[in-house]
């Protein structure tokens, strides 16, 4: 202990800090913050073709903004829509702002695709040639025989079976009214002109999010002073409003949670000092956290960061219980402070890092990196307190009496004894009261609950959806087959069970590369199928002829035909001249195999579509659910594992103070947590994997509060006075962390988003009991002198 | 019968409201108007490539608010339904053709002069019948179409479409009536629109 001096160890914190803090300023800058959900997988079930198709999937959802001006007829709307067109320009948020339809873009597809009209048969025309090709010319008729046919009329003359009328139309399933070029949408009592808009790129930063609010702001306001009206949706807004209402929540609960905090430390000392020293504790922890974690994991993700940071929480403990030690004893000097409450300190230090061992072991990465995260935090918090505090508290010593440790005191002297007294009625009530909540409690482990979008903001987009149903749904199939071929055959099997579900009213709308662009092998099949049924069989000269088509014209078109046997599009010419939705369907061939995408529209059949998951080559992707059972699977082995933690503690007490001390240490965490489940089966909240991180955390400070009670009763050959005193001074530092706690993360319960709440919640109820218990652990009942629970 | 004009305009054009002129509103007061109108058709499409024309006849219904069933009856049998919000062939669910639900507003209002805005109109009217000719204003539909003759008495007995490319659609209408009510088949036809 000699060398135990102040400025030593000082010193050695900050050489431990400098090394830390050069590491980081090496590591930080690269971009060191993972996002995405599947890197929460266990490493056998990460598939990277997946990974990647939610990628591209995403990349395209989280770029897109749709806004449909609106107005009492369609001429106004577009009106309003082109002046909103050049309000949009003028921002340069945008890579593309597409209002009219491209036409040029859409001639020039039309003219590199005719030649190949043979070839290109759409599946519709493919099954009625495959079963009666006369239908075939029969619709022809109808369309020519039509008042509506004068488009398709005016094709007859370079293409009487009008086959390339059918596979161009069939690329766009959505029938939309067109208008002076652009999508005119119609309500009951009102029209919308549609502008598309991508942003310039995915990875949404937020400043540009704020210009993206402020714009939508904007163009409402001066479309509404028009009269007219805006509607505008797409999953930058969401993200946009979501991280705007996130700041919002965590500045107005950080802002609150500080001020108390502030004024709670500052009436207590009357100093600045341990406010500040306690700051610095957690701040430490947190930095040598976050720089360890990217050095041992590259990468650590955003749900370790703020599950993580909650978890060093705990270390504001380690620093409280320093510093109010100074009010148990006369001529407090920190080094002395420090030897009395070192033992203490480093038990709640080891129980904790015992806590999050079993967290190591588990194979889900997220639970590994909130394990390490957390354990690097307290201990640097720890080193702090330990090696600094002695230094920066050098003539710390309040001489006043705050009136917060007179309450603690009373409190902690007389509350035991009334709960004692009571204990007939109160442990059975206690028991009821467990029980009767465990009960009711259900988890919930819907990852749709993270979010909780503005009603608004839904409501726009519900209604866009069912103006314009066309915006693609979250879920999506991926197909895929050794080669073109055979992850042609394999997509085109789940496209003709995708058809039936569209006729079962299960989907609306589905999109997959197959039903547009046949291989090689279909488009000689598709070739061969009109030579059988209308060319050689003389269908279609009979047709031809009847129709009043001259020889010449009819010998033209057995030429044209007869030149285009060998004609055949390879899959990059096709998709050179598809849209971009289209090319995004298509996720490329490696040597081993290929692989696409068929994106949903209007699912109303769930179960129906991932059941087709079965498919040869067929994977079902639906992130909301795979996300729930995520979190679902971590919620189970985060409870396995904080049983197993507290098992854990249990055991190393008893071997240190005996199995009975051990069992009434261990006992506050125990009752807290259940109290905490139980409150939450009681109110109906929320429970998930959440939860369970504020449990640990009540485990951790549920166990100091024991803890320090503990030790303060068996500190040896104190004198029973000193003792008293070291009681009160324990209580008011069991106090102050409790409320400081409360304070920081039991605010949160007031969020109005649900999993905040949630986890404010639990920390709230879990705390407030250990709060509320600990002063039982080594009371003495004066006149019996025996040790009650 | 100026609503059910405007309906088969609906089927090539895009209209818009306009404003009011003196002929326009003479012949407008010279039709019957009724919510129900229904008769005979006969077309004429007369296709430069084919040697003979395409002409098929069948029978119309235009009823106010629901949209109208176009039955053709020879030389082949097919029907085609429309309204505001839909379009349904032999073939399924169609495109509706533009500014449709506007246009069908303004037939409930029997307006003629609505047309002004796509169109630049001259007409005559005489003593027992009246002719008008749109010419296409939108750049667009100059494209397509050259002119359109409207030719009627006190209902619109004929159509005449001259495409830019040669192509011409004629449309006669014979054997009009105002009936007071849909007959039950036409109750039924319209109900396949509004699912």
């Known amino acids: ?789 | 019968m100026p609503t059910f004009l405007k309906a088969l305009l609906l089927f090539v054009l895009s209209l818009d409201q306009g404003y009011a002129d003196e002929v326009l509103a003479k012949i407008t007061a010279r039709l019957v108007k009724t919510p129900l109108a229904e008769g005979r058709f006969q077309q004429e499409k007369r296709l430069k490539i084919l040697r003979k024309p395409l002409i098929s006849t069948g029978t119309f219904t235009y009823h106010q608010s629901k949209g109208v069933i176009w039955k053709t009856l020879t030389p082949m049998p097919s029907l085609l339904l429309v309204n505001e919000a839909h379009l349904v062939t032999g073939q399924g669910e169609q495109a509706v053709p533009p500014a449709f639900g506007n246009v069908f507003k303004a037939l409930l209002g029997g307006e003629l002069n609505r047309l002004t805005e796509s169109f630049d109109i001259t007409g005559k009217e005489q003593k027992s019948s009246w002719q008008l000719q749109l010419t296409p204003k939108d750049e667009l539909l100059k494209k397509v179409i050259s002119t359109i003759l409207l030719t009627g008495d006190t209902e619109l007995r004929q159509l005449e479409l001259q495409e830019v490319n040669g192509n011409l659609t004629r449309i006669g209408f014979t054997q009009i009536t105002h009936p007071d009510h849909l007959s039950s088949e036409q109750q039924s036809d319209f109900e396949r629109l509004s699912p």
Not at chain 1, 159 to 166: A, E, H, V
Not at chain 1, 510 to 517: E, K
Request: proline content about 4%; charged content about 15%.
């Open chain 1, 1 to 789: 202990m000699n060398v135990y001096h102040p400025k030593v160890t000082a010193g050695l914190w900050l050489a431990i800090i400098l090394a830390i803090a050069a590491l980081g300023s090496q590591l930080l800058t690269k971009d060191w913050l993972e996002t995405g959900f599947l890197a929460l997988l266990p490493a056998s079930e990460q598939q990277p073709e997946i990974a990647k198709a939610i990628q591209q999937h995403n990349e395209l959802l989280n770029r897109k903004v749709i806004w449909l001006t609106g107005a009492a007829n369609s001429k106004t709307a577009i009106a309003k829509a082109r002046q909103l067109k050049q309000q949009l320009e003028k921002s340069r948020l945008f890579s593309s702002i597409l209002l009219e339809l491209p036409q040029q873009k859409m001639a020039k597809q039309y003219q590199q695709l005719f030649p190949y009209r043979y070839q290109l048969l759409d599946a519709q025309t493919k099954r009625t040639l495959a079963s009666h090709p006369k239908d075939l010319l029969t619709q022809n008729l109808e369309t020519l025989y039509s008042p509506m046919g004068q488009i398709m009329a005016a094709d007859l003359e370079h293409d009487p079976l009008l086959l390339f009328s059918r596979y161009f139309n069939a690329q766009n399933p959505i029938k939309l009214a067109v208008e002076q070029g652009v999508v005119v949408l119609r309500d009951t009592n009102k029209f919308w002109a549609l502008l598309l808009t991508d942003l310039e790129d995915s990875h949404l930063q937020l400043d540009k999010l704020e210009t993206l609010l402020t714009l939508v702001d904007m163009a409402n306001t001066q479309v509404q002073e028009t009269g007219g009206e805006l509607m505008v949706t797409g999953m930058p807004l969401f993200t946009a409003r979501g991280s705007d209402s996130a700041k919002q929540e965590i500045s107005t609960v950080g802002v609150g949670s500080s001020v108390g905090i502030i004024i709670l430390l500052l009436l207590t000392f009357r100093s600045l000092r341990p406010l500040l020293l306690s700051s610095l504790a957690i701040a430490s922890g947190l930095f040598a956290a976050l720089v360890v974690s990217v050095v041992v994991f590259g990468k650590i993700h955003i749900i370790t960061l703020v599950f993580g940071a909650s978890l060093i929480g705990v270390a504001d403990d380690y620093a409280i219980h320093f510093v109010c030690d100074s009010f148990g004893a006369k001529n407090w000097k920190p080094r002395e402070g420090l030897r009395y409450i070192f033992p203490g300190l480093l038990i709640g230090l080891l129980t904790n890092l015992l806590s999050y061992v079993g967290l190591v072991f588990s194979p889900f990465p997220g639970l590994q990196e909130v394990a390490l995260f957390s354990a690097i935090g307290l201990l640097v918090a720890w080193l702090t307190v330990v090696l600094l505090f002695p230094l920066l508290l050098t003539g710390f010593k309040p001489d006043h009496k705050p009136v917060i440790l007179k309450v603690a005191n009373y409190w902690q002297q007389h509350w035991p004894i009334w709960l004692l007294k009571n204990r007939r009625w109160l442990i059975p009530l206690l028991v009821i009261f467990i029980v009767g909540g465990l009960w009711q409690l259900s988890p919930r482990d819907d990852v749709r609950l993270l979010q909780s979008a503005p009603s608004d903001l839904m409501k726009t987009a519900d209604k866009i959806k069912q103006l314009l149903p066309m915006s693609q749904e979250n879920q999506f199939f991926l197909v895929s087959g050794r080669d073109l071929n055979d992850w042609h055959q394999n997509e085109q099997r789940l496209l003709e069970q995708l058809k039936l579900l569209t006729q079962q009213h299960k989907l609306t709308l589905y999109q997959g590369l197959s039903d547009y662009w046949p291989d090689q092998r279909s488009q000689q099949m598709n070739y061969q199928l009109l030579d059988k049924t209308l060319y050689q069989s003389g269908l279609l000269k009979r047709y031809m002829t009847e129709l009043g088509f001259s020889n010449t014209a009819i010998n033209s078109e057995l030429k044209q035909f007869a030149d285009a046997k060998t004609k055949s599009i390879a899959l990059p010419d096709w998709l050179a001249t598809a849209d971009e939705t289209k090319q995004h369907l298509w996720l490329g061939c490696d040597p081993n195999r290929c692989l696409s995408m068929v994106s949903l529209t209007g699912i109303t059949g769930l179960s129906a579509l991932s059941s087709l998951q079965n498919l040869q080559g067929v994977a079902w992707v639906d992130q909301v659910e795979q996300l729930s059972s995520l979190f679902a699977r971590y919620r189970v082995k985060v409870s396995t594992l904080l049983t197993g933690a507290y098992l854990l503690v249990f055991v190393g007490f008893g071997l240190r103070f005996g199995w009975r001390n051990a069992l009434a240490i261990i006992s506050i965490p125990i009752i807290a947590t259940l109290v905490s489940l139980a409150m939450m089966g009681w109110f109906n909240q929320l429970f998930s994997l959440f939860n369970l991180f504020a449990l640990l955390l009540v485990l951790g400070i549920g166990i100091d509060d024991a803890v320090f009670f503990f030790m303060a009763d068996n500190s040896g050959k104190s004198a029973a006075a000193n003792d008293e005193n070291k009681r009160a001074s324990i209580s008011l530092a069991v106090t102050l962390s409790a409320l400081t706690t409360l304070l920081a993360f039991g605010l949160l319960a007031v969020s109005p988003t649900e999993i905040v709440h949630a986890f404010g919640f639990t920390v709230a109820a879990g705390i407030f009991t250990a709060l509320v218990c600990s002063p039982l652990v080594g009371h003495r009942d004066k006149q019996h002198d025996n040790r009650h629970l």
